[in-house]
């Protein structure tokens, strides 16, 4: 083989590799929880390090969960997506991971609220005596 036939496989092996989607590193943080209406949650994305969104929804529909991109309203009343995943593949992915991020910080919440209320009610042995029944003025 030529060194001219080895020279131009090399270009198209670069690219073909260059062309396989490489994974994407996606960190999600829920801000705030909401336990009524519609809007559940707000999230931040972080993509590889390099990329944000802020103002990713978690919504509560009647069909269930979801996620929903920021989005502005056009003219027509209508929602349009300011950024959104062009693949199937990780729109998939970035939704797992809102979700999954929705989930452990819903359970981390209300875990919180439990050890918060269990430190305010002293132990059954701790609370202070009450008196049983009624007293009468003066004995």
Do not use: W
């Not at 959104?84 to 929705?102: C, G, I, S, W």
Request: glycine share 6%; net charge positive.
């Amino acid at each position: 083989m030529s060194n001219t036939q080895e020279s131009a496989k090399a270009p198209q092996a670069e690219q073909s590799a260059a062309s396989q989607p490489q994974p994407m590193k996606v960190d999600v943080k829920i801000g705030s929880i909401r336990p009524q209406g519609s809007v559940r949650a707000f999230a931040s994305i972080n993509l590889n390090d390099c990329f944000a969104i802020r103002n990713v929804k978690v919504v509560d529909s009647t069909k269930g969960l979801f996620v929903a991109m920021p989005s502005y309203k056009d003219r027509g009343g209508e929602y349009k997506d300011i950024c959104f995943p062009v693949t199937k593949e990780f729109r998939e992915q970035l939704n797992r991971a809102v979700m999954d991020a929705y989930h452990q910080a819903l359970t981390q919440s209300q875990n919180q609220g439990q050890n918060q209320q269990k430190a305010e009610t002293p132990p059954f042995d701790q609370a202070p005596e009450q008196g049983s029944g009624m007293k009468k003025a003066g004995l």
